[in-house]
């Protein structure tokens, strides 16, 4: 059965369960949150000595448990994120159309960036991001070390940045081998774009945005 | 005591119109700075006193650290010397910097900035990208460094150019005359209206071996560069150095800079000096007009010992007052 769905529809469901696991999750911990912040002032060890404090904790929690479910409840009333996202890129049934068209054959899979000479489409988890190629202006691999107190480092994540025309970036968790995959897969589809992360690039990016655009511009005008 | 607004004593700059200046006061400023340190650590032994939890030494320690630094840097911008104090302390024709306002602002960046969707957030930090403090050290030996202050700032600028507040209504008219009676003018160009207009000013009435370029540095901002180089050309005549004669940073085998270099990129942090230098460098013209590109990732003072000398020997101002 589950063969008959196209990209985009698995996409959805992919992203769809995810979301619904995500938010059975934080309702668990809104719960117990809330649960906490009524029973607090029950077994607050050294309440006696504060006896105002045990209530303003209690209710602390209490609200917070409030606004948490209330965020809930509005992310399940918002529509699946591979909608939301098409959404904001134009028409989300031409483009799904075109997704599927462009991706037509292969299995979706989260984690994976998939790429198309129109499209670039990845999920994981409950995130979506989905990026026309013509767009793109500026590819690098970034290695993040997530430090433990800023300063011991626990671990490593590679991941692909894409900047667009607009300034806005889609960052891609792959993995460095696959980052590098993807890296070169682009660079066949958009050998104008820049490639590879130096500080002249950072610096005209951050500083020359227009020029910088304008250049990749150029060199599309030029490779067509 | 010169009125600050009227800096010229040789030419009429039009009549003076009221403008906001800083708030500032020496006694104030000085109190901060003299005041803080020995009240934060007084409050970092009682601290220590009132708690054996090392979780309060170290967040209190980092707290009033900080405190103590934003005191120290208000202390400084409130005891800050103006204009007209100056140039009544130094009699010497100014050396006068002119720069869009929002050089001032401008960060060099640790990482690409933008909105990002997805992945895992980057530690991100910026430090000031301006050299206003690094020329000012550089082009002590001329003269009293000035430039313009930004409208309607609180406090004045500290460890830069000294603020000269100036109106909305005459400000073309005293830079004009300031530029006149100056030794040397370090201009930054750029593609905003007030700035064009101040080089098409410098181009048309100052010797260029009395100018001092304040450009970006090609080998980090080549878009930038081209822009510079393609103004100048246009109106000054002359070309700038090519990207490929651009001095690298002098950094020495082993000091304390490098080794702060070093800390910043371990920590993914930055300064305002990378290893392709600083964001912006400087142009002088020798005695025969040929453009010098100098590196101000560090301290500039010797590579810029000829243009200074020049300027010197030159004597004067670039319009002695009538």
Same mark, same amino acid.
């Given at each position: 059965?589950?063969?008959?769905?196209?990209?985009?529809?698995?996409?959805?469901?992919?992203?769809?369960?995810?979301?619904?696991?995500?938010?059975?999750?934080?309702?668990?911990?809104?719960?117990?949150?809330?649960?906490?912040?009524?029973?607090?002032?029950?077994?607050?060890?050294?309440?006696?000595?504060?006896?105002?404090?045990?209530?303003?904790?209690?209710?602390?929690?209490?609200?917070?448990?409030?606004?948490?479910?209330?965020?809930?409840?509005?992310?399940?009333?918002?529509?699946?994120?591979?909608?939301?996202?098409?959404?904001?890129?134009?028409?989300?049934?031409?483009?799904?159309?075109?997704?599927?068209?462009?991706?037509?054959?292969?299995?979706?899979?989260?984690?994976?960036?998939?790429?198309?000479?129109?499209?670039?489409?990845?999920? /994981?988890?409950?995130?979506?991001?989905? /990026?026309?190629?013509?767009?793109? @202006?500026?590819?690098?691999?970034?290695?993040?070390?997530?430090?433990?107190?800023?300063?011991?480092?626990?671990?490593?994540?590679?991941?692909? @940045?894409?900047?667009?025309?607009?300034?806005?970036? %889609?960052?891609?968790?792959?993995?460095?081998? /696959?980052?590098?995959?993807?890296?070169?897969?682009?660079?066949?589809?958009?050998?104008?774009?820049?490639?590879?992360?130096?500080?002249?690039?950072?610096?005209?990016?951050?500083?020359? /945005?227009?020029?910088?655009? %304008?250049?990749?511009?150029?060199?599309?005008?030029?490779?067509? | 005591?010169?009125?600050?607004?009227?800096?010229?004593? =040789?030419?009429?700059?039009?009549?003076?119109?009221?403008?906001?200046? !800083?708030?500032?006061?020496?006694?104030?400023?000085?109190?901060?700075?003299?005041?803080?340190?020995?009240?934060?650590?007084?409050?970092?032994?009682?601290?220590?006193?009132?708690?054996?939890?090392?979780?309060?030494?170290?967040?209190?320690?980092?707290?009033?650290?900080?405190?103590?630094?934003?005191?120290?840097?208000?202390?400084?911008?409130?005891?800050?010397?103006?204009?007209?104090?100056?140039?009544?302390?130094?009699?010497? !024709?100014?050396?006068?910097?002119?720069?869009?306002?929002?050089?001032?602002?401008?960060?060099?960046?640790?990482?690409?900035?933008?909105?990002?969707?997805?992945? +895992?957030?980057?530690?991100?930090?910026?430090?000031?990208?301006?050299?206003?403090?690094?020329?000012?050290?550089?082009?002590?030996?001329?003269?009293?460094?000035?430039?313009?202050?930004?409208? =309607?700032?609180?406090?004045?600028?500290?460890?830069?150019?000294?603020?000269?507040?100036?109106?909305?209504?005459?400000?073309?008219? $005293?830079?004009?005359?300031? *530029?006149?009676?100056?030794?040397?003018?370090?201009?930054?160009?750029?593609?905003?209206?007030?700035?064009?207009?101040? *080089?098409?000013? +410098?181009?048309?009435?100052?010797?260029?071996?009395?100018?001092?370029?304040? &450009?970006?540095?090609?080998?980090?901002?080549?878009? =930038?560069?081209?822009? &510079?180089?393609?103004?100048?050309?246009?109106?000054?005549?002359?070309?700038?150095?090519?990207?490929?004669?651009?001095?690298?940073?002098?950094? #020495?085998?082993?000091?304390?800079?490098?080794?702060?270099?070093?800390?910043?990129? *371990?920590?993914?942090? +930055?300064?305002?000096?990378? !290893?392709?230098?600083?964001?912006?460098?400087?142009?002088?013209?020798?005695?025969?007009?040929?453009?010098?590109?100098?590196?101000?990732?560090?301290?500039?003072? *010797?590579?810029?010992? #000829?243009?200074?000398?020049? $300027?010197?020997?030159? =004597?004067?101002?670039?319009?002695?007052?009538?």
């Amino acid at each position: 059965m589950s063969a008959d769905f196209s990209f985009v529809e698995r996409m959805r469901r992919k992203t769809g369960r995810a979301k619904v696991r995500s938010l059975c999750y934080q309702t668990l911990f809104a719960l117990g949150l809330a649960v906490y912040g009524f029973y607090f002032p029950s077994f607050c060890s050294d309440c006696a000595e504060h006896p105002i404090l045990k209530y303003l904790v209690a209710a602390g929690a209490i609200a917070g448990a409030a606004f948490w479910i209330r965020h809930i409840v509005r992310s399940a009333r918002s529509a699946n994120p591979v909608d939301l996202q098409l959404g904001s890129l134009g028409d989300p049934a031409e483009i799904a159309t075109q997704l599927d068209h462009d991706f037509a054959g292969q299995r979706f899979r989260g984690k994976r960036l998939y790429i198309s000479p129109r499209w670039l489409s990845y999920a /994981r988890g409950k995130e979506v991001i989905v /990026r026309p190629v013509e767009t793109l @202006v500026w590819a690098h691999l970034e290695k993040v070390r997530t430090r433990f107190q800023g300063l011991i480092p626990i671990w490593t994540t590679h991941q692909l @940045v894409v900047w667009d025309r607009a300034g806005a970036g %889609a960052v891609f968790i792959l993995g460095k081998k /696959r980052s590098e995959e993807a890296i070169a897969s682009l660079q066949t589809i958009a050998p104008w774009m820049f490639f590879g992360y130096t500080n002249a690039l950072k610096e005209s990016w951050n500083n020359d /945005r227009d020029d910088f655009i %304008a250049y990749v511009d150029q060199r599309r005008s030029q490779s067509s | 005591m010169p009125d600050p607004a009227s800096p010229i004593s =040789g030419s009429d700059p039009g009549p003076l119109h009221p403008v906001r200046h !800083p708030f500032r006061s020496k006694f104030l400023g000085y109190l901060l700075i003299f005041v803080s340190p020995p009240i934060a650590i007084y409050l970092f032994l009682k601290i220590l006193a009132a708690t054996g939890d090392e979780r309060w030494w170290f967040l209190g320690g980092i707290f009033l650290f900080l405190a103590t630094y934003g005191l120290i840097t208000v202390g400084r911008k409130l005891s800050a010397t103006v204009y007209s104090e100056a140039v009544a302390n130094d009699p010497r !024709p100014p050396v006068v910097y002119l720069r869009p306002f929002r050089a001032d602002d401008r960060k060099i960046a640790s990482a690409a900035q933008g909105t990002r969707e997805g992945g +895992v957030a980057t530690e991100r930090s910026t430090a000031y990208a301006s050299r206003e403090n690094t020329i000012r050290k550089a082009l002590s030996g001329l003269g009293p460094f000035v430039a313009v202050g930004r409208p =309607g700032e609180w406090l004045t600028h500290a460890g830069g150019a000294t603020r000269l507040y100036l109106s909305d209504d005459n400000w073309k008219q $005293v830079v004009e005359s300031l *530029v006149l009676t100056a030794a040397a003018v370090v201009l930054q160009p750029e593609s905003t209206e007030g700035t064009l207009w101040e *080089v098409e000013l +410098v181009a048309h009435t100052v010797d260029l071996r009395r100018v001092l370029l304040i &450009v970006p540095n090609p080998r980090l901002r080549p878009f =930038g560069f081209a822009h &510079v180089y393609e103004l100048i050309a246009q109106r000054f005549r002359v070309q700038l150095p090519s990207p490929e004669d651009w001095p690298r940073p002098p950094i #020495p085998t082993f000091s304390f800079s490098r080794l702060v270099l070093w800390l910043s990129q *371990v920590l993914n942090s +930055v300064l305002s000096v990378q !290893p392709e230098g600083s964001l912006y460098d400087a142009v002088y013209f020798d005695r025969d007009r040929r453009s010098v590109a100098v590196s101000l990732a560090y301290d500039p003072a *010797v590579p810029l010992t #000829p243009f200074v000398n020049f $300027v010197r020997d030159m =004597g004067g101002a670039i319009q002695e007052p009538a």
